[in-house]
T-cell receptor
Framework: GNSVTQMEGPVTLSEEAFLTINCTYTATGYPSLFWYVQYPGEGLQLLLKATKADDKGSNKGFEATYRKETTSFHLEKGSVQVSDSAVYFCALSRNNAGNMLTFGGGTRLMVKP | DVKVTQSSRYLVKRTGEKVFLECVQDMDHENMFWYRQDPGLGLRLIYFSYDVKMKEKGDIPEGYSVSREKKERFSLILESASTNQTSMYLC????????????FGPGTRLTVT
């Protein structure tokens, strides 16, 4: 079956530090991969996505590369800001026509000034 | 601006009560979803609807039912609320194919006492 594993948080960084949040997956077929972000008190919103192997998704300084050989989709940002403090979810599309997603457990990021 | 709204941000109910959670989207999306979000478990799919009056069970449907009488509205029903249903409930909508992002509402935090 499908599953997504993320590193457990919280991840605490100082402003301008480099961020990596690891995500690995198990899936049949060729899923699309997503990172969603949840700011305090809000629902999830799409941060970036990649639809095939070796694709790189990027947005707001974040990026992630779809690595089929290592079944990974790690999220990175070169210099985090306090405003990046949020919970980050890695997800994959299930191999069906219904656009159902399988989510990882989420990683809380706390950025200190 | 696209929008998914949920009827309540916070709800407190007693064990055994029937609970209705409402979700409305204004994007004319075919697909709608109900998730519950629990710390460390990420988001788990309860039910999914791909059209009016159509529904499919997700990963954890036990104790829940849904209703979709109009395209824009998707309701989650707890027939007899129990304390283990205390959680954050998130509604989402999307276009039908597997590469489209899901748009989320702000969530309803339900406490069952």
């Amino acid at each position: 079956g499908n599953s997504v594993t993320q590193m457990e948080g919280p991840v605490t960084l100082s402003e301008e530090a480099f961020l990596t949040i690891n995500c690995t997956y198990t899936a049949t077929g060729y899923p699309s991969l997503f990172w969603y972000v949840q700011y305090p008190g809000e629902g999830l919103q799409l941060l970036l996505k990649a639809t095939k192997a070796d694709d790189k998704g990027s947005n707001k300084g974040f990026e992630a590369t779809y690595r089929k050989e290592t079944t990974s989709f790690h999220l990175e940002k070169g210099s985090v800001q306090v405003s990046d403090s949020a919970v980050y979810f890695c997800a994959l599309s299930r191999n069906n026509a219904g656009n159902m997603l399988t989510f990882g457990g989420g990683t809380r990021l706390m950025v200190k000034p | 601006d696209v929008k998914v709204t949920q009827s309540s941000r916070y709800l407190v109910k007693r064990t055994g009560e029937k609970v209705f959670l409402e979700c409305v989207q204004d994007m004319d999306h075919e697909n709608m979803f109900w998730y519950r979000q629990d710390p460390g478990l990420g988001l788990r799919l309860i039910y999914f609807s791909y059209d009016v009056k159509m529904k499919e069970k997700g990963d954890i449907p036990e104790g829940y039912s849904v209703s979709r009488e109009k395209k824009e509205r998707f309701s989650l029903i707890l027939e007899s609320a129990s304390t283990n249903q205390t959680s954050m409930y998130l509604c989402a909508s999307s276009l039908p194919t597997g590469r489209n992002e899901q748009y989320f509402g702000p969530g309803t935090r339900l406490t069952v006492t």
